[in-house]
């Protein structure tokens, strides 16, 4: 009888395993793509924009650099970055410390890292280390693809002057003359972010029509030669710490529309970041010192920036289908870190420092963040490439540095 039952024991268990699903090994694959000659334009957070500044560790995990790493997996090829030669820049990194502040108390925050910046990160580096795949440009406008370098307004413009091929060259012709088969293009950011910074009261917004035709002009240059690729959207850049972090609750401010020039902040304004520390040990925001007007965005700025993000997102996905390119949601992405996003068990908020999404300076991403958005660049591809781009762990990469 206990052979028996040992007998049908036995059985059920082959049974058992013999019934196990298959698990199949994950195998990376190219698809339909050619990445042999990968590059990446964009602004900022392309370029490897972190804490305030352009530093060569984080240049190294820029989210295009991290996708370039992944390609290599099938069939990329060489991937250039212009690195500084330092961890310093051109000298405005923020990095964490404990200060004491104006109250006395011991507080951890951003301050200037200090230090000397090498002074050859000024220098033009193309004819030794050139030519370059990741042209990335901090502060870049969709207007300055295709402006030639000495006719840009721009300050942060100085990084390009470091690897373009040639005085007169621009972004989009250093881009063609690397005769590329696959691109990444994430731009349109700068061109809200700089207004928005402001207060609203400089740098304004690219109107949608202008959008509109020259991101169709840059899209026909890079694909003039067949070149496949991946566009994203632009982020709703409200949700970011720049913006969300402090209440306009019981704040004044100043508006030369008011009766009196001045009035309460209504509850859905923003205070910027920058305002914090005046607010707290100058006095600001009271109604015998009111906030500057750009200082704040009103309602009616809000509204603006987020009716232009809406607009262009939507020509963006437009010109995505027209040109048959992958399409990133990054602006849902980023949106939805207002709830929490969870990769790897690591939970990501908006909040500034503590959430681990955004940098120290509050609107730039940090290396987990890029490597976030670089998953979210390598699903888009997989999808519309039928490829089998592996992703990368977000774990691995650094989050915010405690003292």
């Not at 250039?80 to 104006?102: I, W």
């Not at 609750?249 to 009035?263: M, Q, T, Y």
């Not at 304004?269 to 010192?289: F, H, M, P, Y």
Request: net charge negative.
């Amino acid at each position: 009888m206990n052979l028996i039952r040992f007998l049908l024991f036995l059985m059920a268990g082959l049974t058992f395993f013999s019934c196990e699903p298959e698990i199949s090994e994950f195998k990376p694959n190219a698809g339909k793509a050619d990445f042999s000659v990968f590059i990446a334009m964009g602004d900022s957070q392309t370029a490897g924009f972190v804490n305030n500044e352009l530093y060569k560790s984080g240049q190294i995990v820029s989210f295009a650099n991290i996708i370039s790493r992944q390609l290599l997996n099938v069939g990329g090829g060489e991937f250039k970055q212009p690195l500084m030669k330092d961890e310093l820049g051109f000298g405005n990194k923020l990095t964490l410390a404990y200060t004491v502040d104006c109250n006395g108390d011991s507080i951890l925050q951003p301050v200037p890292a200090g230090g000397m910046p090498d002074e050859t990160n000024t220098e033009n580096i193309f004819a030794e280390e050139g030519p370059f795949h990741n042209l990335g440009i901090p502060g870049a406008k969709l207007s300055q693809l295709q402006a030639p370098i000495d006719g840009i307004a721009n300050p942060f413009y100085s990084y390009f002057a470091r690897f373009a091929s040639s005085p007169a060259t621009s972004v989009i012709l250093d881009a063609q003359n690397l005769g590329a088969s696959f691109f990444s293009l994430w731009i349109g950011t700068s061109d809200i972010l700089d207004y928005a910074m402001n207060g609203g009261i400089t740098n304004p917004i690219i109107e949608e029509q202008a959008f509109n035709a020259l991101y169709h002009s840059v899209l026909m240059d890079l694909t003039s030669e067949n070149a496949e690729g991946v566009i994203a959207n632009i982020p709703n850049i409200l949700v970011s710490p720049f913006f969300s972090h402090l209440s306009p609750s019981g704040i004044w401010a100043e508006d030369s529309l008011a009766p009196s020039g001045k009035r309460m902040l209504e509850p859905d304004e923003i205070v910027l970041l920058i305002a914090e520390q005046r607010i707290k040990c100058n006095g600001w925001g009271t109604e015998e010192l009111p906030l500057p007007e750009n200082f704040y965005l009103s309602t009616e700025q809000i509204t603006l920036i987020e009716e232009r993000t809406s607009q262009f997102n939507l020509t963006i996905k437009q010109y995505a289908s027209e040109f048959n390119l992958a399409w990133v949601d990054i602006n849902t992405l980023l949106r939805n870190a207002s709830q929490g996003l969870t990769f790897d068990g690591i939970t990501f908020t908006n909040d500034f420092i503590s959430g681990g999404l955004f940098s120290l300076d509050g609107f730039s991403l940090t290396r987990r963040g890029n490597a976030i958005v670089a998953n979210a660049f390598i699903e888009a591809i997989n999808r519309k490439y039928e490829s089998s781009v592996p992703k990368i762990s977000i774990a691995q990469f650094q989050g915010i540095e405690y003292p």
